[in-house]
C-alpha cells in the first residue's frame, strides 16, 4: 500500500483471461493489472500462447515481456 500510483519496471510472470501479473525487481513486489484497467482496447485471452492481444490492434502482452 504504500507504492500505490506509483510506477515500476517490471517483468510480466502470468497472463489469464481477467488480467495479467507482474513483478518487480526494484522493489520486490508482485502485482495484478486486470484487463478492465487496460482502456486503450479491447484484449483477447489466448491460452495457448499465454497471451492479451489487441483485437484491432497490434498490441501483446506475454509471459516474459517487460512492462
Not at 1 to 25: A, D
Amino acid at each position: 500500500s504504500n507504492h500505490i500510483g506509483e510506477c515500476f519496471e517490471g517483468v510480466i510472470s502470468g497472463v489469464t483471461e481477467w488480467g495479467l501479473f507482474s513483478w518487480s525487481f526494484q522493489i520486490q513486489l508482485r502485482g495484478l493489472v486486470r484487463v478492465t484497467d487496460l482502456t486503450d482496447i479491447f484484449y483477447e485471452f489466448y491460452e495457448d500462447t499465454y497471451e492479451l492481444a489487441g483485437s484491432a490492434t497490434n498490441k501483446r502482452y506475454k509471459l516474459g515481456q517487460k512492462i
